[in-house]
């Protein structure tokens, strides 16, 4: 049997390995922005909010920071993942 992991799930896995994150909620905030443009049809799977701490961001700039999160969600991006909020801890 298969198990299908939710968009959010999926970014939480891939940011969990990509990054090494060290602490990491990912939201789904898509139903805040029903009606809106890019927003999804279910409700579901369109915009995020990350909060994420990893080793990998010491001594780097925030908007290194951010590319970082953005690179290893390219993919997402590419399939529709229209906004993404992220907050560094």
């Given at each position: 049997?298969?198990?299908?992991?939710?968009?959010?799930e999926?970014?939480?896995?891939?940011?969990?390995?990509?990054?090494?994150a060290t602490?990491?909620?990912?939201?789904?905030?898509?139903?805040?922005?029903?009606g809106?443009?890019?927003?999804?049809?279910?409700?579901?799977?369109?915009?995020f909010?990350?909060?994420?701490?990893?080793?990998?961001?010491?001594?780097?700039?925030?908007?290194?920071?951010?590319r970082?999160v953005?690179?290893?969600?390219?993919?997402?991006?590419?399939?529709?993942?229209?906004?993404?909020?992220?907050?560094?801890?």
């Amino acid at each position: 049997m298969t198990v299908e992991l939710s968009v959010a799930e999926q970014i939480h896995a891939r940011l969990l390995q990509s990054l090494q994150a060290t602490h990491l909620e990912v939201i789904d905030e898509s139903y805040l922005h029903a009606g809106h443009t890019g927003a999804s049809d279910s409700g579901v799977g369109s915009h995020f909010r990350v909060k994420i701490a990893s080793p990998l961001f010491t001594s780097v700039s925030r908007v290194q920071r951010h590319r970082l999160v953005y690179d290893s969600l390219q993919d997402f991006i590419d399939q529709g993942l229209h906004a993404l909020a992220i907050e560094v801890l």
